[in-house]
Nanobody, 124 residues
Framework: QVQLVESGGGLVQAGGSLRLSCAAS????????MGWFRQAPLKEREFVAA????????KYADSVKGRFTISRDNAENTVYLQMNSLKPEDTAIYYC?????????????????WGLGTQVTVSS
């Protein structure tokens, strides 16, 4: 069982940066692939980024590639999402999630554990 708590969201102007954090409970954090997803009003939840168990491999949605960076600190049971060059279309609730799937995956239904989310709003 893993409990996830996101933080770091807020209101930022276009072109600005935010760093999201996701703190995980439990002693098995390093056994999970971690992902970030987002959901804008009236839209489906979509994949943003994922990172493998030891942090050596990552995957990104095309819409954020080159602007967002996912990382993890297994000693601190935390996964991060550094978001740069933010755009109004990045506005959404951002969720972190954990999966026992062996590699980074973009498939929402494969992630078993989810946080409650943190709001990111980018003004134009």
């Amino acid at each position: 069982q893993v409990q996830l708590v996101e933080s770091g969201g807020g209101l930022v102007q276009a072109g600005g940066s935010l760093r999201l954090s996701c703190a995980a409970s439990g002693r098995t954090f390093s056994s999970y692939v971690m992902g970030w997803f987002r959901q804008a009003p009236l839209k489906e939840r979509e994949f943003v980024a994922a990172i493998n168990r030891n942090g050596s491999s990552t995957k990104y949605a095309d819409s954020v590639k080159g602007r967002f960076t996912i990382s993890r600190d297994n000693a601190e049971n935390t996964v991060y999402l550094q978001m740069n060059s933010l755009k109004p279309e990045d506005t959404a609730i951002y969720y972190c999630a954990a999966t026992a799937y062996p590699i980074e995956t973009i498939v929402v239904r494969l992630y078993r554990f989810w946080g409650l989310g943190t709001q990111v709003t980018v003004s134009s």
